[in-house]
Protein backbone atom coordinates (compact mmCIF):
# COMPACT_ATOMS: atom_id res chain seq x y z
CA UNK A 1 0.00 0.00 0.00
CA UNK A 2 1.65 3.23 -0.73
CA UNK A 3 1.33 6.32 1.22
CA UNK A 4 -0.94 8.48 -1.55
CA UNK A 5 -3.57 5.91 -0.50
CA UNK A 6 -3.19 5.68 2.79
CA UNK A 7 -3.57 9.84 3.12
CA UNK A 8 -7.01 9.69 0.84
CA UNK A 9 -8.06 6.90 3.38
CA UNK A 10 -7.04 8.59 6.30
CA UNK A 11 -8.98 11.45 4.73
CA UNK A 12 -11.76 9.77 4.92
CA UNK A 13 -11.19 8.64 8.34
CA UNK A 14 -10.77 12.22 9.95
CA UNK A 15 -13.20 14.02 7.93
CA UNK A 16 -16.02 13.81 10.40
CA UNK A 17 -13.71 15.29 12.62
CA UNK A 18 -13.12 18.12 11.22
CA UNK A 19 -15.15 20.81 11.59
CA UNK A 20 -14.56 23.15 8.80
CA UNK A 21 -15.01 20.48 5.81
CA UNK A 22 -13.77 23.07 2.61
CA UNK A 23 -10.33 22.45 4.16
CA UNK A 24 -10.29 18.89 3.38
CA UNK A 25 -10.27 19.56 -0.27
CA UNK A 26 -6.56 20.87 -0.13
CA UNK A 27 -5.34 18.60 2.37
CA UNK A 28 -1.52 18.43 2.71
CA UNK A 29 0.64 16.51 4.73
CA UNK A 30 1.77 19.56 6.27
CA UNK A 31 -1.30 19.71 8.01
CA UNK A 32 -1.13 19.92 11.34
CA UNK A 33 -4.48 17.50 13.21
CA UNK A 34 -4.89 20.11 15.54
CA UNK A 35 -3.81 23.26 14.76
CA UNK A 36 -4.69 23.40 11.08
CA UNK A 37 -7.38 21.15 11.00
CA UNK A 38 -9.34 22.29 14.42
CA UNK A 39 -9.62 19.10 15.71
CA UNK A 40 -10.69 18.52 19.10
CA UNK A 41 -8.33 16.76 20.95
CA UNK A 42 -10.19 14.72 22.38
CA UNK A 43 -10.86 12.73 18.83
CA UNK A 44 -7.03 11.87 18.50
CA UNK A 45 -7.79 8.67 20.41
CA UNK A 46 -11.01 8.34 17.94
CA UNK A 47 -8.68 8.18 14.76
CA UNK A 48 -6.29 5.80 16.77
CA UNK A 49 -9.10 3.34 16.88
CA UNK A 50 -10.86 4.48 13.72
CA UNK A 51 -7.03 3.61 12.53
CA UNK A 52 -6.25 0.96 14.00
CA UNK A 53 -9.49 -1.11 12.99
CA UNK A 54 -8.95 0.29 9.37
CA UNK A 55 -5.38 -1.33 9.21
CA UNK A 56 -5.77 -4.32 11.63
CA UNK A 57 -2.54 -2.87 13.62
CA UNK A 58 -1.77 -1.38 16.92
CA UNK A 59 -0.34 2.25 17.38
CA UNK A 60 1.23 2.49 20.42
CA UNK A 61 1.21 5.51 23.27
CA UNK A 62 4.61 6.45 22.04
CA UNK A 63 3.54 6.61 18.24
CA UNK A 64 0.44 8.60 18.77
CA UNK A 65 2.47 11.22 20.08
CA UNK A 66 4.19 11.31 17.41
CA UNK A 67 1.24 11.65 14.88
CA UNK A 68 1.02 15.56 14.80
CA UNK A 69 0.69 16.16 11.31
CA UNK A 70 -1.68 14.40 8.76
CA UNK A 71 2.35 13.45 6.82
CA UNK A 72 3.11 12.36 10.32
CA UNK A 73 0.74 10.17 10.67
CA UNK A 74 0.99 8.70 7.15
CA UNK A 75 4.26 7.95 8.56
CA UNK A 76 3.50 5.72 10.99
CA UNK A 77 0.24 3.99 9.75
CA UNK A 78 2.76 2.79 6.57
CA UNK A 79 5.75 1.66 8.84
CA UNK A 80 3.20 -0.48 10.57
CA UNK A 81 1.22 -1.69 7.84
CA UNK A 82 4.99 -2.59 6.50
CA UNK A 83 5.64 -4.71 9.69
CA UNK A 84 2.91 -6.46 9.43
CA UNK B 1 -38.92 39.51 44.26
CA UNK B 2 -39.17 38.78 40.94
CA UNK B 3 -41.80 36.80 39.77
CA UNK B 4 -42.07 36.19 35.81
CA UNK B 5 -44.69 34.23 34.59
CA UNK B 6 -43.66 31.57 32.09
CA UNK B 7 -44.85 30.26 29.20
CA UNK B 8 -43.96 27.74 26.43
CA UNK B 9 -43.18 28.70 23.42
CA UNK B 10 -41.81 25.41 21.35
CA UNK B 11 -42.22 21.59 21.28
CA UNK B 12 -40.02 19.27 19.92
CA UNK B 13 -40.95 15.31 20.49
CA UNK B 14 -39.35 11.65 19.51
CA UNK B 15 -41.64 9.19 20.37
CA UNK B 16 -42.03 5.71 19.52
CA UNK B 17 -44.96 6.55 17.64
CA UNK B 18 -44.06 9.70 15.82
CA UNK B 19 -40.61 11.37 15.20
CA UNK B 20 -41.26 15.33 15.24
CA UNK B 21 -44.40 17.43 16.82
CA UNK B 22 -46.37 17.45 13.50
CA UNK B 23 -46.25 13.85 13.17
CA UNK B 24 -46.99 12.88 16.98
CA UNK B 25 -50.17 15.16 16.26
CA UNK B 26 -51.73 12.88 13.68
CA UNK B 27 -50.07 9.92 15.79
CA UNK B 28 -52.13 10.70 18.82
CA UNK B 29 -55.47 11.27 16.69
CA UNK B 30 -55.64 7.84 14.78
CA UNK B 31 -54.45 6.40 18.16
CA UNK B 32 -50.92 4.98 16.17
CA UNK B 33 -49.25 2.26 18.18
CA UNK B 34 -45.44 2.30 18.60
CA UNK B 35 -45.39 -1.04 20.43
CA UNK B 36 -43.33 -3.40 18.61
CA UNK B 37 -41.94 -7.56 19.21
CA UNK B 38 -38.15 -7.53 20.25
CA UNK B 39 -36.75 -10.91 19.33
CA UNK B 40 -34.00 -10.36 21.71
CA UNK B 41 -35.76 -10.21 24.79
CA UNK B 42 -37.12 -13.26 23.30
CA UNK B 43 -33.97 -14.87 23.11
CA UNK B 44 -33.03 -13.98 26.44
CA UNK B 45 -35.97 -15.48 28.39
CA UNK B 46 -37.74 -12.05 29.01
CA UNK B 47 -41.37 -12.24 30.05
CA UNK B 48 -42.17 -8.69 28.17
CA UNK B 49 -40.66 -9.02 24.91
CA UNK B 50 -42.50 -6.24 23.58
CA UNK B 51 -41.93 -2.86 23.83
CA UNK B 52 -41.92 0.67 22.40
CA UNK B 53 -38.86 2.43 20.48
CA UNK B 54 -38.89 5.68 18.27
CA UNK B 55 -37.82 4.19 14.81
CA UNK B 56 -35.40 6.98 13.72
CA UNK B 57 -34.47 7.37 10.17
CA UNK B 58 -31.13 8.48 8.74
CA UNK B 59 -33.05 11.16 6.85
CA UNK B 60 -34.74 12.35 10.22
CA UNK B 61 -31.26 12.53 11.74
CA UNK B 62 -29.68 14.52 8.74
CA UNK B 63 -32.07 17.25 9.61
CA UNK B 64 -30.86 18.08 12.49
CA UNK B 65 -27.16 16.46 13.03
CA UNK B 66 -23.70 17.26 11.46
CA UNK B 67 -21.95 14.47 9.85
CA UNK B 68 -19.98 13.41 13.55
CA UNK B 69 -23.50 13.44 15.36
CA UNK B 70 -25.04 11.43 12.42
CA UNK B 71 -22.58 8.63 12.10
CA UNK B 72 -20.79 8.44 15.63
CA UNK B 73 -23.52 9.13 18.31
CA UNK B 74 -25.19 5.52 19.19
CA UNK B 75 -26.46 6.55 22.90
CA UNK B 76 -30.32 6.65 21.84
CA UNK B 77 -31.55 8.61 24.92
CA UNK B 78 -28.53 11.13 23.53
CA UNK B 79 -29.89 10.92 20.13
CA UNK B 80 -33.52 11.11 21.31
CA UNK B 81 -32.75 14.19 23.27
CA UNK B 82 -30.97 15.92 21.16
CA UNK B 83 -33.62 15.40 17.96
CA UNK B 84 -36.16 16.82 20.24
CA UNK B 85 -34.65 19.24 21.93
CA UNK B 86 -33.44 21.16 18.64
CA UNK B 87 -36.26 20.45 17.04
CA UNK B 88 -38.47 22.68 20.15
CA UNK B 89 -35.53 25.31 19.62
CA UNK B 90 -36.18 25.75 16.02
CA UNK B 91 -40.03 25.39 16.58
CA UNK B 92 -40.12 28.08 19.05
CA UNK B 93 -38.57 30.48 16.66
CA UNK B 94 -35.30 30.63 17.72
CA UNK B 95 -31.38 30.44 16.45
CA UNK B 96 -28.55 29.00 17.36
CA UNK B 97 -24.47 30.06 16.20
CA UNK B 98 -21.80 27.98 15.77
CA UNK B 99 -19.56 30.61 17.47
CA UNK B 100 -21.97 32.63 19.96
CA UNK B 101 -23.31 31.56 23.46
CA UNK B 102 -26.08 32.60 24.58
CA UNK B 103 -25.94 33.43 28.49
CA UNK B 104 -29.84 34.09 28.79
CA UNK B 105 -30.88 30.68 27.85
CA UNK B 106 -30.13 27.63 29.57
CA UNK B 107 -31.50 23.95 29.71
CA UNK B 108 -32.53 21.00 31.78
CA UNK B 109 -32.76 17.93 30.13
CA UNK B 110 -33.25 14.26 32.44
CA UNK B 111 -32.31 11.38 31.93
CA UNK B 112 -33.43 7.71 33.73
CA UNK B 113 -31.12 4.96 33.39
CA UNK B 114 -29.11 6.74 30.40
CA UNK B 115 -25.43 4.49 30.47
CA UNK B 116 -27.85 1.85 30.57
CA UNK B 117 -28.91 2.48 26.95
CA UNK B 118 -28.17 -0.85 24.98
CA UNK B 119 -25.66 0.69 22.87
CA UNK B 120 -23.01 0.66 26.07
CA UNK B 121 -23.09 -2.98 25.50
CA UNK B 122 -20.22 -2.37 23.63
CA UNK B 123 -18.48 -0.22 25.99
CA UNK B 124 -18.91 -2.76 28.63
CA UNK B 125 -18.12 -5.81 26.69
CA UNK B 126 -14.29 -4.20 25.86
CA UNK B 127 -13.95 -3.42 29.74
CA UNK B 128 -14.88 -7.08 30.46
CA UNK B 129 -12.54 -8.52 27.35
CA UNK B 130 -9.65 -6.35 29.18
CA UNK B 131 -9.64 -3.99 26.04
CA UNK B 132 -10.56 -0.77 27.92
CA UNK B 133 -7.93 0.86 25.40
CA UNK B 134 -9.99 0.54 22.86
CA UNK B 135 -13.28 3.40 24.39
CA UNK B 136 -13.49 6.12 22.32
CA UNK B 137 -13.64 9.49 23.40
CA UNK B 138 -17.48 9.29 23.47
CA UNK B 139 -17.73 6.35 26.01
CA UNK B 140 -17.70 9.16 28.79
CA UNK B 141 -20.58 11.42 27.67
CA UNK B 142 -22.63 9.08 26.48
CA UNK B 143 -22.49 7.03 29.68
CA UNK B 144 -23.26 10.31 32.19
CA UNK B 145 -26.66 10.98 33.11
CA UNK B 146 -25.54 14.75 31.94
CA UNK B 147 -24.74 13.09 28.82
CA UNK B 148 -27.49 14.55 26.94
CA UNK B 149 -27.57 17.94 27.69
CA UNK B 150 -23.97 17.96 26.59
CA UNK B 151 -24.29 16.84 23.25
CA UNK B 152 -27.50 18.83 22.86
CA UNK B 153 -25.72 22.19 24.19
CA UNK B 154 -22.73 21.81 21.61
CA UNK B 155 -25.32 21.69 18.76
CA UNK B 156 -27.06 25.10 20.81
CA UNK B 157 -24.61 26.81 22.73
CA UNK B 158 -26.25 27.94 25.66
CA UNK B 159 -24.28 29.45 27.96
CA UNK B 160 -27.29 29.75 31.71
CA UNK B 161 -27.47 26.77 33.63
CA UNK B 162 -27.40 23.38 32.04
CA UNK B 163 -28.81 20.68 34.43
CA UNK B 164 -29.77 17.16 34.17
CA UNK B 165 -32.34 16.33 36.72
CA UNK B 166 -32.56 12.19 37.36
CA UNK B 167 -35.88 11.20 39.37
CA UNK B 168 -37.25 8.21 37.63
CA UNK B 169 -40.87 8.96 36.07
CA UNK B 170 -41.25 11.92 37.21
CA UNK B 171 -38.27 13.06 35.49
CA UNK B 172 -39.71 15.26 32.66
CA UNK B 173 -42.38 17.28 34.72
CA UNK B 174 -39.64 18.10 36.98
CA UNK B 175 -37.38 19.00 34.26
CA UNK B 176 -40.16 21.72 33.09
CA UNK B 177 -41.51 22.48 37.20
CA UNK B 178 -37.03 23.41 37.25
CA UNK B 179 -37.06 25.62 34.33
CA UNK B 180 -40.38 27.51 35.30
CA UNK B 181 -38.97 28.05 38.65
CA UNK B 182 -35.86 29.28 37.41
CA UNK B 183 -37.60 31.74 35.11
CA UNK B 184 -39.63 32.92 37.62
CA UNK B 185 -36.52 34.18 39.74
CA UNK B 186 -35.67 35.65 36.61
CA UNK B 187 -32.67 34.16 36.45
CA UNK B 188 -33.03 33.08 32.77
CA UNK B 189 -35.21 34.43 29.86
CA UNK B 190 -35.25 31.06 27.78
CA UNK B 191 -34.53 27.10 29.12
CA UNK B 192 -34.79 24.53 26.93
CA UNK B 193 -36.75 21.41 29.56
CA UNK B 194 -37.17 18.01 28.33
CA UNK B 195 -35.83 14.50 29.51
CA UNK B 196 -35.30 11.20 27.86
CA UNK B 197 -35.25 7.59 28.47
CA UNK B 198 -33.15 5.13 25.75
CA UNK B 199 -33.66 1.21 25.46
CA UNK B 200 -32.82 -2.07 25.06
CA UNK B 201 -32.15 -5.40 27.68
CA UNK B 202 -30.62 -3.70 30.37
CA UNK B 203 -33.26 -1.17 30.97
CA UNK B 204 -35.98 -3.33 30.45
CA UNK B 205 -34.70 -6.78 32.11
CA UNK B 206 -34.66 -5.81 35.65
CA UNK B 207 -38.21 -3.73 35.45
CA UNK B 208 -39.07 -7.65 33.61
CA UNK B 209 -37.63 -9.41 36.74
CA UNK B 210 -39.87 -7.10 38.78
CA UNK B 211 -42.68 -8.78 36.93
CA UNK B 212 -44.45 -5.57 36.19
CA UNK B 213 -44.22 -5.46 32.86
CA UNK B 214 -46.96 -6.81 29.99
CA UNK B 215 -46.39 -10.53 29.24
CA UNK B 216 -49.15 -11.37 27.80
CA UNK B 217 -49.06 -9.77 24.65
CA UNK B 218 -46.07 -10.67 23.02
CA UNK B 219 -47.52 -12.39 19.70
CA UNK B 220 -50.03 -8.71 20.01
CA UNK B 221 -48.13 -6.02 20.83
CA UNK B 222 -50.15 -3.09 20.28
CA UNK B 223 -52.83 -4.17 22.24
CA UNK B 224 -49.91 -4.73 24.79
CA UNK B 225 -50.10 -1.27 26.69
CA UNK B 226 -53.36 -0.85 28.33
CA UNK B 227 -54.35 1.71 30.91
CA UNK B 228 -57.73 1.82 32.98
CA UNK B 229 -58.39 -1.76 31.02
CA UNK B 230 -59.76 -4.19 33.35
CA UNK B 231 -57.62 -6.65 31.95
CA UNK B 232 -54.14 -4.88 32.17
CA UNK B 233 -51.60 -6.70 33.99
CA UNK B 234 -48.65 -4.36 33.42
CA UNK B 235 -47.05 -1.51 31.70
CA UNK B 236 -44.98 -1.80 28.42
CA UNK B 237 -41.63 -0.34 28.62
CA UNK B 238 -40.84 2.82 25.92
CA UNK B 239 -38.31 5.03 25.12
CA UNK B 240 -37.92 9.12 23.46
CA UNK B 241 -37.94 12.30 24.72
CA UNK B 242 -40.41 15.36 24.73
CA UNK B 243 -38.54 18.63 24.86
CA UNK B 244 -40.01 22.63 25.32
CA UNK B 245 -39.04 25.66 25.31
CA UNK B 246 -39.84 27.78 28.36
CA UNK B 247 -39.71 31.79 28.33
CA UNK B 248 -40.45 34.41 30.77
CA UNK B 249 -43.67 35.96 29.11
CA UNK B 250 -41.46 39.58 28.59
CA UNK B 251 -39.39 37.29 26.21
CA UNK B 252 -41.54 35.83 24.68
CA UNK B 253 -43.72 38.77 24.05
CA UNK B 254 -40.52 41.32 23.05
CA UNK B 255 -39.94 38.77 20.44
CA UNK B 256 -43.20 37.66 19.42
CA UNK B 257 -42.95 34.12 19.72
CA UNK B 258 -45.82 32.04 19.38
CA UNK B 259 -47.15 30.89 22.61
CA UNK B 260 -48.51 27.68 23.15
CA UNK B 261 -49.30 27.80 26.97
CA UNK B 262 -48.41 29.46 30.61
CA UNK B 263 -47.65 27.19 32.92
CA UNK B 264 -49.67 28.57 36.10
CA UNK B 265 -48.86 26.54 38.89
CA UNK B 266 -46.36 23.59 39.61
CA UNK B 267 -45.51 21.33 42.36
CA UNK B 268 -43.37 18.56 43.21
CA UNK B 269 -42.88 16.31 46.14
CA UNK B 270 -42.29 12.59 48.21
CA UNK B 271 -44.00 10.75 49.90
CA UNK B 272 -40.94 10.20 51.50
CA UNK B 273 -41.57 6.54 51.39
CA UNK B 274 -43.76 6.30 54.73
CA UNK B 275 -47.38 5.67 55.12
CA UNK B 276 -48.06 3.33 52.40
CA UNK B 277 -45.17 4.85 50.27
CA UNK B 278 -42.45 2.80 49.20
CA UNK B 279 -39.66 2.42 46.68
CA UNK B 280 -42.25 1.27 44.16
CA UNK B 281 -45.53 2.17 45.82
CA UNK B 282 -47.12 6.32 46.31
CA UNK B 283 -47.66 7.45 49.68
CA UNK B 284 -51.07 8.43 48.73
CA UNK B 285 -51.15 11.66 50.59
CA UNK B 286 -48.32 12.96 49.00
CA UNK B 287 -49.65 12.37 45.86
CA UNK B 288 -52.96 14.06 46.53
CA UNK B 289 -51.13 16.89 47.99
CA UNK B 290 -48.98 17.46 45.28
CA UNK B 291 -51.97 17.64 42.99
CA UNK B 292 -53.89 19.81 45.16
CA UNK B 293 -50.78 22.22 45.96
CA UNK B 294 -50.05 22.49 41.75
CA UNK B 295 -53.60 23.57 41.94
CA UNK B 296 -53.69 26.07 44.45
CA UNK B 297 -50.54 27.93 43.23
CA UNK B 298 -52.25 28.04 40.02
CA UNK B 299 -55.30 29.56 41.61
CA UNK B 300 -57.40 27.19 39.36
CA UNK B 301 -60.24 25.35 40.76
CA UNK B 302 -61.26 21.96 39.95
CA UNK B 303 -63.94 22.60 38.18
CA UNK B 304 -61.77 24.63 35.19
CA UNK B 305 -59.90 21.57 34.40
CA UNK B 306 -60.72 20.54 31.01
CA UNK B 307 -58.72 17.69 30.54
CA UNK B 308 -55.82 16.03 32.97
CA UNK B 309 -53.03 13.80 31.46
CA UNK B 310 -52.79 10.67 34.01
CA UNK B 311 -49.44 8.82 34.99
CA UNK B 312 -51.81 5.73 33.94
CA UNK B 313 -49.00 3.00 32.77
CA UNK B 314 -51.47 0.27 32.41
CA UNK B 315 -50.72 -1.44 36.45
CA UNK B 316 -53.09 -2.61 38.96
CA UNK B 317 -52.25 1.08 40.23
CA UNK B 318 -54.86 3.23 37.91
CA UNK B 319 -57.47 2.37 40.06
CA UNK B 320 -55.84 4.36 42.59
CA UNK B 321 -54.79 7.43 40.67
CA UNK B 322 -57.99 7.70 40.02
CA UNK B 323 -59.30 7.84 43.16
CA UNK B 324 -56.32 10.04 44.06
CA UNK B 325 -57.27 13.12 41.17
CA UNK B 326 -60.73 12.41 42.25
CA UNK B 327 -59.77 13.32 46.17
CA UNK B 328 -57.50 15.88 44.58
CA UNK B 329 -60.31 17.82 42.76
CA UNK B 330 -62.91 17.52 45.84
CA UNK B 331 -64.64 14.28 45.15
CA UNK B 332 -67.51 15.40 43.10
CA UNK B 333 -68.18 12.02 40.18
CA UNK B 334 -70.48 14.15 38.09
CA UNK B 335 -67.52 16.76 37.53
CA UNK B 336 -64.86 15.04 37.15
CA UNK B 337 -62.77 16.11 34.07
CA UNK B 338 -61.87 14.12 31.44
CA UNK B 339 -59.52 11.97 31.90
CA UNK B 340 -56.37 10.59 28.95
CA UNK B 341 -52.82 9.18 28.45
CA UNK B 342 -50.65 8.60 25.77
CA UNK B 343 -49.28 5.72 26.96
CA UNK B 344 -51.62 2.73 25.21
CA UNK B 345 -49.15 4.13 21.63
CA UNK B 346 -46.21 4.69 23.30
CA UNK B 347 -45.60 2.41 26.53
CA UNK B 348 -44.07 3.49 29.52
CA UNK B 349 -41.38 5.95 28.53
CA UNK B 350 -40.23 5.88 32.13
CA UNK B 351 -37.71 8.88 32.90
CA UNK B 352 -39.00 10.33 29.07
CA UNK B 353 -42.18 9.88 29.95
CA UNK B 354 -43.67 13.24 31.44
CA UNK B 355 -42.20 15.41 29.03
CA UNK B 356 -43.56 13.40 25.90
CA UNK B 357 -46.70 13.33 27.62
CA UNK B 358 -46.58 17.20 28.52
CA UNK B 359 -45.39 17.56 24.69
CA UNK B 360 -48.79 15.38 24.18
CA UNK B 361 -50.81 18.04 26.25
CA UNK B 362 -49.57 20.86 24.51
CA UNK B 363 -50.42 19.60 21.22
CA UNK B 364 -53.89 18.56 22.20
CA UNK B 365 -54.38 22.32 23.34
CA UNK B 366 -53.32 23.75 20.59
CA UNK B 367 -55.50 21.70 18.40
CA UNK B 368 -58.41 21.11 20.45
CA UNK B 369 -59.02 17.55 20.88
CA UNK B 370 -58.54 14.81 23.58
CA UNK B 371 -56.75 11.88 22.09
CA UNK B 372 -58.25 8.43 22.43
CA UNK B 373 -57.63 5.87 25.21
CA UNK B 374 -56.76 2.79 23.01
CA UNK B 375 -56.75 -0.56 24.11
CA UNK B 376 -59.36 -0.57 26.35
CA UNK B 377 -61.95 -3.62 25.96
CA UNK B 378 -63.48 -3.18 29.44
CA UNK B 379 -62.63 -0.07 31.59
CA UNK B 380 -61.63 -1.51 34.96
CA UNK B 381 -64.51 -1.43 37.37
CA UNK B 382 -62.86 0.27 40.35
CA UNK B 383 -62.09 2.97 37.98
CA UNK B 384 -65.79 3.11 36.61
CA UNK B 385 -66.97 3.37 40.62
CA UNK B 386 -65.27 6.33 40.67
CA UNK B 387 -65.85 8.48 37.88
CA UNK B 388 -68.17 8.69 34.49
CA UNK B 389 -67.18 6.00 31.84
CA UNK B 390 -67.77 9.29 29.60
CA UNK B 391 -64.54 10.71 30.83
CA UNK B 392 -62.63 8.31 29.53
CA UNK B 393 -62.52 9.06 26.05
CA UNK B 394 -61.83 5.80 23.41
CA UNK B 395 -61.46 7.66 20.68
CA UNK B 396 -60.17 11.17 19.48
CA UNK B 397 -62.83 13.98 20.45
CA UNK B 398 -62.53 17.42 19.37
CA UNK B 399 -63.22 19.53 22.02
CA UNK B 400 -61.72 23.14 23.16
CA UNK B 401 -59.30 22.89 26.33
CA UNK B 402 -58.36 25.90 28.33
CA UNK B 403 -57.09 24.16 30.97
CA UNK B 404 -54.89 20.74 31.54
CA UNK B 405 -53.22 19.02 34.58
CA UNK B 406 -50.59 16.45 33.99
CA UNK B 407 -48.80 14.45 36.89
CA UNK B 408 -46.03 11.75 36.85
CA UNK B 409 -45.23 9.65 39.47
CA UNK B 410 -42.49 7.53 40.06
CA UNK B 411 -39.78 5.00 41.81
CA UNK B 412 -38.81 6.30 45.02
CA UNK B 413 -42.30 8.03 45.99
CA UNK B 414 -41.59 11.20 43.73
CA UNK B 415 -45.20 13.44 42.45
CA UNK B 416 -44.87 16.13 40.32
CA UNK B 417 -47.91 17.47 39.16
CA UNK B 418 -48.27 20.99 36.59
CA UNK B 419 -50.86 23.44 35.80
CA UNK B 420 -51.25 24.92 31.88
CA UNK B 421 -53.87 27.35 30.27
CA UNK B 422 -53.91 27.73 27.04
CA UNK B 423 -52.52 31.32 25.45
CA UNK B 424 -55.27 33.91 24.48
CA UNK B 425 -54.02 36.71 22.73
CA UNK B 426 -54.04 39.67 25.13
Known amino acids: ?84 | MINNRVVITGIGVVAPNALGAADFEKALKEGRSGIRFFEESQSLNFRCQIAGKPLITEDYKARYFDDYYQNKLDNNAIIYACLAGFEAWENAGLIHHQNQIDFDSGMIIGSGALGLDGSNHAVFSKILAGDNKRLGSRAIPESMSSGAAAYLNKILGLGNRILSNSSACITGTESVLLGYEHLKLGKAKRMLCGSTEGDGIFIWGAFDAMRILTSDSNEDPTNGSRPMCDSSVGFVPGSGSGAMVLETLESAQSRGAKIYAEILGTYVNSGGLRDGGSMTAPNLNAVIQCMKNSLREAKVASNEIDLISGHLTGTKGDSTEIKNWKKALGGAQDKFPLINTPKSMIGHCIAGAGSIELVATLIQMEKSFVHGNYNIKKVNPDITAEIPLERIPMKTVHKEINTAIKANFGFGDLNCSIVLRKWKDG
Not at chain 1, 34 to 43: C, G, M, P, Q
Open chain 1, 1 to 84: MDKDTIQEQLKEIIAVYVPDKEILGKLTPEHDLINDLKINSAHIVDIVLDVEEKYDIMIEDDAIMEMVTIGQAIEVIYGKVQEK
